[in-house]
């Protein structure tokens, strides 16, 4: 009994304890611009392996984005904040679509940083994990991609690992390996010239 009673406080103390949220989001709320390099892991409810993936993203506060994925495949995305296109260099194809059909207020929240932090989540908890925070967050609105998440952040409030849950158990983890903010982006980051003998779709033509 004393356990249970102890793991009780805990979590109720965990709860009651949203400090860090609140100070998280006026922390991003100041990111103009960001450039990310990461590793990306992807745990699969029914599959033993996990999937691994790195490369690197570039966003801005008016929700123009680029991710380039280096590993294990060559895909690039790039969206000037309307249109989205996504070009795999090896099989030479690119799909053209619109952003709102590729992206979710979640993930403008928390990795493009283009949505304010309380607009997007409600806060569940926070715990410790060594020198980390661990801030528990939950969509506010159903969100079919992102049941939970949890954001690792260092004394700084800098982001340093995003770990997210989906409906069907799928657990995505990126690590934040470097990351600088507030720079200023060259204009040819957010087009993308597609060589002549690449196949091109629009998305409404699948």
Not at 26 to 47: D, M, P
Not at 73 to 88: A, L, P, Q, T
Not at 151 to 167: F, G, H, N, W
């Amino acid at each position: 009994m004393r356990i249970l009673a102890l793991l009780l406080i805990l979590i109720t103390s965990a709860l009651a304890d949203t400090s860090t949220f609140k100070r998280l989001e006026e922390k991003l709320k100041g990111i103009r611009s960001v450039k990310v390099f990461f590793l990306q892991k992807t745990k699969y409810s029914w599959y033993p392996k996990p999937e691994l993936s790195k490369g690197i993203f570039y966003a801005t506060k008016d929700g123009k984005f680029r991710i380039e994925y280096t590993y294990p495949d060559r895909v690039i995305m790039v969206s000037n904040g309307k249109e989205i296109i996504i070009y795999n260099e090896e099989d030479k194809e690119a799909i053209i679509d619109s952003v709102q059909n590729n992206t979710s207020p979640v993930i403008e929240s928390l990795f493009f940083f283009s949505k304010p932090l309380g607009e997007v989540f409600d806060p569940v908890g926070e715990l410790q994990k060594g020198d980390l925070k661990v801030v528990i967050l939950r969509p506010k609105r159903r969100d079919e991609n992102i049941k939970e998440v949890y954001v690792e952040v260092d004394t700084d409030l800098s982001p340093k690992r995003i770990r997210v849950i989906d409906s069907e158990g799928t657990e995505t983890i990126i690590e934040f390996v470097d990351m600088v903010k507030n720079y200023t982006p060259s204009s040819y980051l957010f087009k993308l010239d597609l060589p002549p003998d690449a196949r091109v779709r629009r998305a409404g033509n699948l």
